[in-house]
């Protein structure tokens, strides 16, 4: 089936050769970090996780995101998810290799990678986190790649699959719970060390997840002539939406909590956080538009007028993408950092060559999927032909 991916429109041809020239780029920037160090990053001492890591949480929970249909079909018999989710499992695809070629490029040299694989620490959350994602990679190729063959075929998938899919569902949640205890699991950084980072994590995954994939298939069905069904797409805008409810009211919990219990460390990082400190206000007026951002999409999607309109519902989606992707990204990293344990101000802007390495990892991960889906039209519609 893989050679069906070499076939496609003209459309198809130049968004390939677009992600082809972006992935380009960031093995560019990244042979120059490989030859410079990680210094070429805007990372220091004080601030030692940056950019890549940042894109590590947010697409972890895009990987684990699969989860939001593969349960409802397969647990209960939600038929009107059927037709989606091979679509799915084929995005957790994609968001998994792009999760560990961050990891990768954030290690500097590609021998530590073979270190953590060889000299594993038991005691280490992120060799355990490298774990679950193999695992789960490896759980939605087989079963991603079986279901699509059985449609080509036009049999019901074999037995022996079922176990698998089914072991996904509570993998997917591991995967989310180990990325945040990446970040709680460090009782310096008062910022993180919260007992809801894992459910906060799993409420972003949720909503950023399904918005992306309602996305994927209002294009889908406007260049691909697939359609994912209207019940389909309505169910999900309506997951995003308590999804996002939720992920707005455990940052409202984590505020109350702060501002109420008057902790001055605790505070000084969510003023940072929302207002700056010391004249660093970057990320502060990053999180202005994610809030703007969410609330907007909140507005769209619990709204039945709008909602139901696919127009506001794709803007919906972009606004809950971005405004998760500011929130569980720089915005969380980087305020669990500033101010320090000892109270200083350190600032961290990510450099060119950053930006362009987690680019190119962004655009081989859009590459993968563009592949997959190609593949999954070309069956489905051979299908559909016999």
């Given at each position: 089936?893989?050679?069906?991916?070499?076939?496609?429109?003209?459309?198809?041809?130049?968004?390939?050769?677009?992600?082809?020239?972006?992935?380009?780029?960031?093995?560019?920037?990244?042979?120059?970090?490989?030859?410079?160090?990680?210094?070429?990053?805007?990372?220091?001492?004080?601030?030692?996780?940056?950019?890549?890591?940042?894109?590590?949480?947010?697409?972890?929970?895009?990987?684990?995101?699969?989860?939001?249909?593969?349960?409802?079909?397969?647990l209960?018999?939600?038929?009107?998810?059927?037709?989606?989710?091979?679509?799915?499992?084929?995005?957790?695809?994609?968001?998994?290799?792009?999760c560990?070629?961050?990891?990768?490029?954030?290690?500097g040299?590609?021998?530590r990678?073979?270190?953590?694989?060889?000299?594993?620490?038991?005691?280490?959350?992120?060799?355990?986190?490298?774990?679950?994602?193999?695992?789960?990679?490896?759980?939605?190729i087989?079963?991603?790649?079986?279901?699509?063959?059985?449609?080509?075929?036009?049999?019901?998938?074999?037995?022996?699959?079922?176990p698998?899919?089914y072991?996904?569902?509570?993998?997917?949640i591991?995967?989310?719970?180990?990325?945040?205890?990446?970040y709680?699991?460090?009782?310096?950084?008062?910022?993180?060390?919260?007992?809801?980072?894992?459910?906060?994590?799993?409420?972003?995954?949720?909503?950023?997840?399904?918005?992306?994939?309602?996305?994927?298939?209002?294009?889908?069905?406007?260049?691909?002539?697939?359609?994912?069904?209207?019940?389909?797409?309505?169910?999900?805008?309506?997951?995003v939406?308590?999804?996002?409810?939720t992920?707005?009211?455990?940052?409202?919990?984590?505020?109350?909590?702060?501002?109420?219990?008057?902790?001055?460390?605790?505070?000084?990082?969510?003023?940072?956080?929302?207002?700056?400190?010391?004249?660093?206000?970057?990320?502060?007026?990053?999180?202005?538009?994610?809030?703007?951002?969410?609330?907007?999409?909140?507005?769209?999607?619990?709204?039945?007028?709008?909602?139901?309109?696919?127009?506001?519902?794709?803007?919906?989606?972009v606004?809950?993408?971005?405004?998760?992707?500011?929130?569980?990204?720089?915005?969380?990293?980087?305020?669990?950092?500033?101010?320090s344990?000892?109270?200083?101000?350190?600032?961290?802007?990510?450099?060119?060559?950053?930006?362009?390495?987690?680019?190119?990892?962004?655009?081989?991960?859009?590459?993968?999927?563009?592949?997959?889906?190609?593949?999954?039209l070309?069956v489905?519609?051979?299908?559909?032909?016999?």
């Open positions: 089936m893989l050679e069906k991916a070499l076939t496609g429109s003209r459309r198809y041809g130049i968004w390939v050769a677009i992600l082809l020239a972006l992935f380009g780029m960031g093995v560019y920037f990244y042979l120059r970090q490989l030859e410079y160090g990680l210094g070429l990053t805007g990372m220091s001492r004080d601030v030692s996780w940056g950019l890549y890591t940042t894109q590590f949480t947010f697409i972890d929970g895009i990987a684990a995101s699969a989860v939001m249909l593969i349960l409802p079909y397969y209960h018999d939600y038929k009107a998810f059927g037709r989606i989710t091979i679509l799915g499992m084929f995005l957790a695809i994609g968001a998994v290799i792009m560990m070629t961050f990891v990768f490029v954030n290690l040299q590609p021998s990678v073979l270190y953590v694989m060889f000299y594993p620490s038991l005691t280490s959350v992120l060799f355990w986190d490298m774990v679950v994602l193999s695992v789960y990679l490896v759980l939605n087989v079963t991603g790649w079986t279901v699509l063959s059985s449609v080509k075929e036009g049999v019901p998938p074999p037995v022996w699959v079922k698998l899919i072991l996904s569902i509570p993998w997917a591991i995967i989310q719970t180990m990325a945040a205890f990446i709680a699991g460090m009782p310096g950084r008062s910022f993180w060390l919260t007992a809801i980072m894992a459910p906060r994590f799993l409420a972003t995954a949720f909503a950023s997840g399904p918005a992306l994939l309602i996305l994927f298939c209002l294009v889908l069905k406007r260049f691909g002539g697939f359609d994912a069904g209207r019940e389909a797409i309505q169910t999900m805008a309506k997951i939406t308590y999804a996002l409810i992920s707005i009211f455990f940052v409202l919990v984590e505020l109350w909590t702060v501002f109420y219990s008057q902790v001055p460390d605790d505070m000084e990082h969510y003023r940072f956080l929302f207002a700056g400190l010391e004249g660093y206000d970057t990320i502060a007026h990053w999180m202005t538009v994610a809030v703007i951002s969410a609330a907007a999409a909140l507005l769209l999607l619990i709204n039945p007028k709008t909602r139901k309109k696919e127009s506001f519902l794709a803007v919906a989606c606004l809950v993408f971005l405004s998760l992707w500011i929130e569980k990204g720089l915005g969380l990293l980087v305020t669990g950092f500033v101010p344990p000892l109270g200083h101000i350190t600032r961290y802007t990510p450099t060119g060559p950053e930006v362009a390495i987690a680019i190119g990892v962004w655009a081989m991960g859009f590459l993968i999927i563009t592949v997959l889906y190609k593949i999954f070309s489905r519609e051979a299908a559909e032909l016999d």
